[in-house]
């Protein structure tokens, strides 16, 4: 069976995104999975790397792959895969997949979405399930009536995740953002404000902190970032606070974001793409090609003078070409 990491499949739950990400290659990589129930062989093909840009408000990211990232499935018995299986998972698995309820699921649902009833199923941790939630909202983009399903079922996992953490924690600040987010796109307002009323949002609103450089302040670092990629040397700055730098940016993130969704909710915007929550170069899209549907703060933040010069001279595509 293929290595599913686990790992590699929450990375970025609860990152918002900073600004632009780029991993420029798009190289398949084929294997052939052998499914833990029923022993069936069959291939997939997943990608090495791919090419992102930021992030929507909800966490989904602008892709030139699909996004979420598919999930392997066994053709047959529909089982899918979702991390490791232990020899205790699969026991519990074979009669789960087998049931009414299940083959329901998959046949109406999403992918996802039958994901994080499994992992329910398997009591899995529920930031686990949250998560495949998440990727069930976004895989239902085009479905409407679903993704709201999800995602009310999304903002009440995460309004008990965040209900678990420390109150100024990192991970209690962003589950906080995507139940606000959440809560916005569904139309559900005053829940929103509510939400937001409840929150400490002073405490996000601090000053980033200068580099503090180590000895020597240039290093030299080997790295290999992809498999059958030969190590290659590199210079980075030693900087000694770099965790600290990047959650102050973050908490700066959230504190001018959290400012954006009042205004957006007092408009009444639903959307998933505000152009003042996603990266520049959407932004720069939609306040080019798409200005006359866009809500007041929106415009505001087009015709600011700065940005407005980049929305002049913009000559991308009206269509994204991110997923």
């Known amino acids: 069976m293929a290595n599913w990491s686990f790992r590699a ?11 632009a990400s780029a991993v420029d290659a798009g190289t398949e990589f084929p294997s052939e999975i052998k499914c833990p129930v ?13 090419t992102e840009y930021g992030k929507r408000p909800d966490g989904k990211v602008y892709s030139n792959w699909i996004s979420p990232r598919p999930l392997a499935e066994c053709p047959t018995n529909k089982l899918l895969i979702v991390g ?3 020899k205790e998972d699969i026991k519990k698995l074979a009669p789960l997949i087998a049931s009414a309820e299940y083959l329901e699921i998959r046949k109406n649902e999403s992918p996802y979405y039958g994901a994080a009833w499994m992992m329910r199923k398997l009591g899995r941790d529920p930031k686990i399930v949250f998560a495949m939630l998440q990727r069930a909202a976004w895989e239902s983009d085009a479905q409407p009536e679903r993704k709201k399903r999800y995602q009310r079922e999304m903002v009440d996992a995460a309004k008990a995740l965040a209900s678990a953490e420390a109150p100024d924690s990192m991970q209690s600040w962003q589950l906080n953002w995507m139940m606000v987010n959440g809560l916005r796109e569904l139309g559900a307002f005053d829940e929103a404000i509510m939400a937001m009323n409840a929150l400490p949002l002073a405490k996000l609103d601090v000053a980033v902190p200068e580099k503090v450089f ?19 040397k590199r ?10 730098i990047d959650e102050a940016k973050t908490r700066r993130f959230l504190f001018k974001g959290f400012s954006a969704h009042r205004l957006l909710v007092a408009e009444r915007n639903t959307g998933s793409e505000p152009v003042t929550l996603v990266p520049e170069r959407e932004a720069l899209r939609r306040c ?33 070409n991110y997923n």
């Open 235 to 244: 210079k980075r700055e030693n900087v000694l606070n770099t965790q600290a």
């Open 38 to 50: 029923g022993g069936e062989k069959f291939k997939f093909s997943a990608r090495l790397a791919w």
């Open 9 to 19: 499949l929450m990375a970025g739950i609860f990152v918002l995104g900073l600004g």
């Open 214 to 232: 180590g000895e020597p302040a240039i290093i030299e670092e080997t790295a290999s970032p992809l498999p059958g990629i030969p190590p290659v």
């Open 288 to 320: 080019k090609w798409f200005a006359g549907s866009l809500t007041a703060s929106e415009t505001a933040f087009c015709q600011e003078p700065s940005f407005a010069a980049k929305v002049k001279t913009y000559a991308g595509p009206k269509d994204s």
């Open 84 to 86: 490791e299986y232990s």
